[in-house]
């Protein structure tokens, strides 16, 4: 038994690999993959035998087993068709199947001279995707782990862009900074000012659930220099809701402000000629995020931040030290400069691979077919008498109510769900009011799972 064991490539490293590939085949290409449901940790622990981790090890072929038969089916399958919940997850079977790539070559993405090819392909993705959004040539960007970090990386950049522009003028800096964005926007805005120790200016969203202009104004005009970004958001989570980002972006003609755009879910749309008119105005935007992990259909966790003038992101993110002099006095594009972060795996590589194999045509398809589906089935619960619409959907949420139904409800209805892995949809609320939603954008999805759903609150 020697350490060298673990590296070696051996008999027994050959079936060990043999035998995890083996499972992902088994797990990716099933007909049926189950939804799964938690356990307890009580329950974990007996189901395990107590400890895994001991000091001569299981072997492999009893820890593969212990993650099949028990730890899996103790985890919910997010890429499932019935999973409707939060924001789900669809990643394809090329994304998937790269990713195990990714993992497997010791790909480094933190810097051009470690990794330039890896850098280039999701260099190829950023740049597809920010034509996608109107956004010049010259912008670029990074993928992160997701939209928290993408959301923190992008307004701290923007502080570091509006502490340069007030110094430059000769003006002094305000005591705290602040960031507008919508009661409607995600949370992570309201934790990324608080790691940056930023008040939050929460303006209040219209009947529609969207941010307007006028509002912005307001704190634009009331805050002035303070501001250092304004966060519009590209599909709320809730509600999948865009803001009215062509009217607040129109505001730069009056102040000067970073426009960050918030699309993590939602900012796929776009590529369905028919949802871009949501979304006029993006191209104004100094920064914004999209995750592919959500309706970009590539495997957890991947956020694309992209800057209008990756320069700022830079200029905010560099780290400097002795050891990394090397990196950071060559003139190449080191993915780490661009925001929180530095070790990085390339994460965008299974969305280059799977957009490469399939083509853009695909998800363009994928998209429009999720964006119909959603309001096919806003149809039929508008015309159901026993459920009510919270509100038109504008991209692939629906929200309702179960007429009558309280909170209690929708908890008992929901377990029962899962607990017979019907589906998973958990219950949500607006205004106070207990109310269930379908956030949709798998593929698989059918009108008719859907409708299975709304038979089961008759
Ligand atoms: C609009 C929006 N922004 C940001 C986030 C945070 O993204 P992540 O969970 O990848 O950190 C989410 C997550 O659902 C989101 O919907």
Not at 389 to 406: C, K, M
Not at 427 to 447: E, K, V
């Amino acid at each position: 038994m020697t350490a060298e064991r673990m590296h070696a490539a051996s008999a027994e490293s050959t079936a060990i690999v043999d035998a995890v590939l083996d499972y992902s085949r088994r797990r990716m290409l099933s007909d049926f993959v189950p939804l799964d449901k938690p356990q307890t940790p009580e329950e974990l622990i007996r189901l395990t035998g107590g400890r895994t981790i001991t000091d001569q090890g299981l072997g492999a072929t009893r820890a593969l087993a212990t993650f099949e038969h028990v730890l899996a089916p103790a985890c919910l399958s997010t890429s499932h068709p019935l999973y409707l919940s939060f924001i789900p997850t669809a990643p394809t079977m090329a994304a998937i199947a790269f990713d195990l790539v990714v993992s497997a070559s010791g790909l480094y993405g933190g810097s051009w001279l470690e990794g330039a090819g890896a850098v280039h392909a999701e260099n190829e993705v950023l740049a597809f995707l920010a034509r996608e959004f109107g956004l010049p040539d010259s912008a670029g960007g990074v993928f992160v782990q997701g939209g928290t970090i993408g959301n923190l990386s992008a307004l701290v950049a923007a502080r570091e862009a509006a502490k340069a522009r007030l110094v430059a003028a000769g003006k002094e800096l305000p005591t705290r900074w602040k960031i507008v964005c919508s009661t409607e926007a995600h949370s992570s805005n309201k934790s990324a000012a608080k790691v940056m120790d930023a008040d939050v200016l929460l303006v209040p969203a219209g009947e529609d659930g969207r941010l307007h202009a006028d509002g912005v104004r307001a704190a634009l005009a009331e805050h002035g220099d303070e501001v250092c970004a304004v966060v519009a958001t590209g599909g709320s989570t809730n509600f999948g809701i865009v803001d009215d980002i062509s009217g607040i972006a129109a505001l730069k003609d009056e102040f000067d402000f970073w426009l960050h755009i918030d699309g993590a879910y939602g900012l796929t749309a776009m590529l369905a000629p028919e949802a871009r008119p949501i979304f006029a105005g993006v191209e104004r935007a100094d920064s914004m995020i999209v995750d592919p992990h959500k309706w970009l259909f590539a495997p957890f966790d991947c956020c694309a931040l992209l800057y209008r003038d990756p320069d700022n992101g830079r200029r905010a993110h560099t780290q400097h030290a002795e050891y990394l002099d090397t990196l950071t006095d060559a003139d190449d594009f080191n993915p780490s400069d661009y925001s929180i972060q530095l070790t990085r795996r390339p994460r965008g590589l299974p969305l280059w691979f799977s957009l490469a194999t399939y083509g853009v045509t695909a998800y363009r398809e994928a998209v429009s077919a999720t964006l119909a589906l959603t309001q096919r089935i806003a149809e039929e619960i508008a015309r159901r008498p026993e459920l009510t619409l919270v509100r038109d959907p504008q991209l692939s949420v629906v929200v309702f109510e179960r007429n009558g139904w309280d909170r209690a409800d929708y908890d008992r209805w929901s377990d029962r769900l899962l607990d017979t892995q019907h589906a998973f949809v958990v219950p949500s609320s607006h205004a106070g009011r207990p109310n269930t939603r379908f956030a949709i954008l798998n593929p698989l999805t059918t009108f008719d799972d859907l409708v299975g759903i709304l038979d089961t609150m008759k």
